[in-house]
């Protein structure tokens, strides 16, 4: 019997029934999102914040952009309707939102919506493996991830994210370091859903990427300081504070499963020391696997985690899969992707498990030695 051909046709038969899978999700999402939340789209787009801080800034200057009062009166101007939470991502975000200011709101919240659209489906054009069919299966199952979708409904810059980790990935494997870095520093609009991936990349042995990012946040780095200036840190100072206390800044973070204090800095230690663990086990092979541990150890440490950052876990799940999964990576990885779907219902503690055991997987099962770029190599069909 030909077995090579005997799984090839089972692999086809998982990614044909892993597509249908993902449209039916696609599907659900669109239902969902058309009787609840499309009716309401101007008035509860996340985007409402940025704009309205943008316009903050064009007015009062980079000292008021966290004042909760200027914000909350840019935000209500846009018309009736509109209700306003706290705006809290780094100026860099205001910077990319500040020339859709230009527009009207009724035009730039559309445009907005097709940014963040395009850059899911770059990032999966990007880092998602395998056949034709496969990467089809991924694609589909991607867009129809509930946290996937509800970030692409809310205006979520986590797409922004995700894209400038694929971008990193991509550019590396070409042998384009500096590149590489540059890409990745766009995750200075939403530091903490990638907060290690820098960190582990330099501890693998890719040291120019890392260079090249660290120049370009630096820079970032500086000429926010100098529009915010020390009235405004200290107002960012205060938003963070305030933030670091509500449920839904927390429901799916370590700090809303273990609470603050001392418990939370040991846990925050070990999440760094095992990412940077996990990028030692692989250095100076692909940035797949380093990348991936990054993400994993970024979501672990942050106190600030959204349901829609979730979306991170999946590119994570992409760069594992390009690095030789064993099968009890693959198997992980099957499951948490239906926990992630099931996020509203199973909460955080699952999810919180399934991040261990991957992290956990990526530190035991690390090459010997490299002798092909673990990318190059042929990836299985998922489960």
């Known amino acids: 019997m030909d077995w090579r051909a005997f799984f090839d046709g089972r692999r086809k038969l998982w990614a044909a029934a892993a597509l249908w899978g993902g449209i039916l999700l696609i599907a659900f999402d669109v239902y969902a999102a058309a009787v609840t939340y499309i009716p309401q789209y101007r008035v509860r787009n996340d985007f409402r914040l940025m704009y309205g801080a943008a316009v903050d800034t064009l007015h009062n200057g980079y000292a008021q952009l966290y004042d909760l009062a200027a914000q909350k009166a840019a935000v209500e101007g846009l018309g009736s309707g509109f209700y306003w939470s706290p705006f809290l991502n780094p100026p860099p975000l205001v910077w990319l939102v500040t020339p859709f200011t230009a527009l009207p709101f009724d035009v730039a919240i559309v445009l907005w919506s097709l940014v963040i659209l395009g850059a899911l489906v770059l990032t999966w054009h990007l880092v ?9 299966a991924f694609g589909a199952m991607w867009l129809g991830l509930f946290p996937v979708a509800f970030g692409l409904m809310v205006g979520q810059p986590v797409a922004l994210v995700a894209v400038a980790v694929a971008g990193c990935w991509w550019l590396a494997e070409r042998d384009r370091p500096g590149l590489a870095g540059l890409a990745l520093s766009l995750i200075a609009v939403k530091p903490q859903l990638a907060l290690f991936v820098p960190l582990c990349l330099v501890v693998a042995g890719h040291a120019r990427a890392f260079g090249a990012w660290l120049a370009v946040s630096v820079f970032i780095a500086l000429v926010s300081l100098a529009l915010l200036g020390q009235e405004g840190l200290a107002r960012y100072r205060d938003a963070l504070a305030l933030a670091a206390g509500w449920p839904i800044t927390r429901s799916y973070a370590v700090s809303g499963l273990i609470g603050t204090g001392p418990q939370l800095y040991v846990a925050q230690a070990l999440a760094l020391v095992a990412a940077m663990a996990a990028a030692w086990r692989w250095r100076h092979a692909s940035t ?23 979306a991170m876990l999946v590119v994570a799940g992409w ?35 399934a991040e261990v055991l991957l992290m ?20 299985p069909a998922p489960a």
């Open 288 to 310: 797949a696997a380093p990348i991936a541990a990054g993400i994993v150890g970024s979501l672990l440490f942050t106190p600030y985690v959204g349901f829609q950052d979730f």
């Open 360 to 379: 956990a997987s990526l530190i035991w099962h690390a090459p010997t030695r490299v002798t092909t770029r673990p990318s190059e190599l042929p990836v």
């Open 319 to 353: 760069l594992v899969l390009r690095s030789q999964p064993s099968a009890a990576q693959v198997a992980i990885l099957v499951v948490g992707f239906c926990l992630l779907e099931l996020a509203l219902l199973v909460l955080a503690v699952p999810i919180f498990i």
């Open 128 to 136: 998602a493996p395998g056949s034709a069919l496969t990467r089809a």
